[in-house]
């Protein structure tokens, strides 16, 4: 199992640019989620899943968009780039089945907006 | 809403005991995540609380006192490879397994 899978590692965009940051797992996990991590901040929970066609929105959602129409695939997607999104990105995964499964982070996604 | 604390860095020497502390204060509790982040690296997973008491993983050990809202980590025979970041995460009642709330993490060093 390659487990929980982020391209691209690395993204600069300019301001106003959008793109979508691509998270895919081979677990057959039901639970994905998205968050940022920033310095001094933690990590924090943008949006996420609870199964296909399921998405919620976590503590800091603006600016971004998912979707869930796979329980393989949850891209985010920046809609109009800005420079307070310079962050990591971290995707994670976990089985629905147990309260005690702990979400598995991908390798995350470094973008820098300018 | 949830506020979870942690001290922002510790120093421990090689070989030594070292215990990182997590408070926190929550409208729901379903557990408590432990996590170890390398720089640049994703967090892995260290261990799950969600009952009080003591929970031993090898080297590592983890506590929880609910009534509280404090849990801490404790790590012995400290090796270099053990400096890192820290997190604590606080699992709520809604959102299902992923909706974690995380402290803003410990950053240990380990010292000859």
């Known amino acids: 199992n390659a487990g929980v899978t982020q391209t691209p590692k690395f993204q600069v965009l300019k301001t106003g640019q959008s793109m979508t940051l691509q998270c895919a797992q081979d677990m057959n996990h039901e639970y994905m989620s998205w968050y940022r991590q920033d310095p001094g901040m933690g990590l924090r929970l943008i949006h996420y899943s609870v199964g296909a066609g399921i998405t919620d929105q976590g503590e800091v959602p603006n600016g971004y968009n998912v979707s869930r129409s796979t329980t393989e695939d949850f891209p985010l997607r920046l809609l109009s780039a800005a420079p307070s999104q310079t962050s990591v990105y971290f995707c994670?995964?976990?089985?629905?089945?147990?309260?005690?499964?702990?979400?598995?982070f991908g390798p995350g996604t470094r973008l820098t907006v300018l | 809403g949830q506020n979870i604390d942690q001290p922002t860095e510790m120093t421990a020497t090689e070989g030594a005991i070292v215990q990182i502390n997590c408070t926190y204060q929550t409208s729901g509790f379903n557990g408590l995540f432990w996590y170890q982040q390398h720089a640049g690296e994703a967090p892995t997973f260290l261990s799950y609380n969600v009952l009080d008491g003591l929970e031993e993983k090898g080297r590592f050990s983890s506590f929880l006192s609910r009534s509280k809202g404090y849990s801490y980590l404790l790590l012995k025979e400290l090796q270099m490879k053990d400096s890192a970041s820290y997190l604590c995460a606080v699992k709520g009642v809604t959102g299902g397994g992923n909706k974690l709330t995380f402290g803003t993490g410990t950053q240990l060093k380990v010292e000859l």
């Open positions: 994670a995964s976990s089985p629905g089945t147990r309260l005690s499964s702990p979400p598995f």
